[in-house]
């Protein structure tokens, strides 16, 4: 029998990806969307969807009972730049959605849960190249103090009550079918859109800022590889690290440019360049190498060719 599952933030950037991908896999429905707000047509017409606040435990609770679910995706959170704006709201939405999920798997409710992590858990007295699975990790971000304790939360329910949390620290995360929100990685995706719709980019952190990065494609894969990697092999409950490919504004634009001669870009700083700034620019994966067999697809030439050639499909 084919098992139910729940993802929450359907609607998000990841979410729209990762329901449209399981739902091929296991069957329009069997894979619940759920959001806080309506979505794109396709994805809430294509299979059940309910709209949901997963900070209220009940309503969350009664989405599950109602389908018999067996995994859940919590996708939904307030990223880095919104979260800098709105601290407490950030805090309050990050961890009681957590502790919702967490709750409903230590009774049993559910079998399985991903909850995302991110490079935002690390911070400026983190070793900044190759960062390491286990290193200082002291963030400077609400976001990424809401993902650390998020992530010492999942390893203690995994410790204590034996729940299945499984978690990988995203890198930026690259795509063009849905919008993402409020992250400092963003200007990897506005770039794109800015370069086909007129030719030319003002981006918000400096030329040299190298930050660790991943095509969306590769996160889904990541993501469900994971999810079905036999429970005996998951050595890590806190979060695994993944890589991707690192780069900068200024690299970015180069391979743009060679597929755009006009292109131009500019460089004007904003608040998000300290968050940048604190982050690693790149990743070691390692564990996640040795523990599921991890590998990514896309390079930075790969990743750029797919973002114009899937924002022109869009037009
Ligand atoms: N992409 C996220 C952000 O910039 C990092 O997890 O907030």
Not at 233 to 242: A, G, W
Request: aromatic share 10%; proline share 4%; glycine share 6%.
């Amino acid at each position: 029998m084919v098992t139910k599952t729940l993802i929450i933030g359907a609607c998000g950037q990841i979410g729209t990806e990762l329901t449209e991908i399981l739902r091929e896999e296991k069957g329009n429905d069997n894979v619940i969307a759920s959001d806080i707000r309506e979505g794109s047509k396709d994805l809430t017409n294509a299979g059940p969807f309910e709209i949901l606040d997963a900070t209220n435990y009940d309503a969350l609770e009664d989405v599950i009972v109602h389908y018999n679910i067996d995994e859940v995706y919590l996708m939904a959170a307030m990223l880095s730049g919104t979260a800098e704006k709105f601290p407490m709201k950030a805090w309050d939405l990050n961890m009681s959605t957590l502790f919702n999920a967490l709750n409903l798997a230590k009774d049993g409710k559910i079998n399985k849960l991903f909850w995302p992590s991110s490079i935002a858990v690390f911070g400026p007295t983190t070793p900044k190249e190759n960062t390491p699975q286990q290193t200082i990790m002291e963030p400077s971000t609400v976001y990424g103090i809401s993902k650390q304790t998020g992530e010492r939360w999942c390893e203690y329910y995994h410790k204590r009550y034996g729940v299945d949390v499984r978690s990988i620290r995203y890198p930026g995360l690259i795509s063009y079918k849905t919008a993402p929100g409020g992250g400092t990685t963003d200007y990897a995706i506005e770039i794109f859109h800015d370069a086909i719709e007129g030719n030319y980019y003002k981006s918000f952190l400096t030329e040299d800022t190298a930050l660790p990065m991943m095509y969306m494609d590769d996160a889904i894969q990541a993501t469900i590889q994971l999810m079905k990697t036999d429970h005996a092999k998951i050595q890590i409950r806190s979060s695994y690290n993944l890589g991707g490919i690192s780069f900068t504004p200024k690299e970015l634009a180069k391979a743009i440019n060679k597929r755009i001669p006009q292109f131009e870009i500019d460089y004007e700083p904003d608040f998000r360049q300290a968050i940048a700034d604190s982050w690693p620019s790149s990743i070691d994966d390692s564990q996640a190498q040795n523990d599921w067999q991890w590998k990514h697809t896309y390079d930075l030439d790969a990743m750029v060719d797919a973002m114009l050639k899937g924002i022109k499909s869009t037009k």
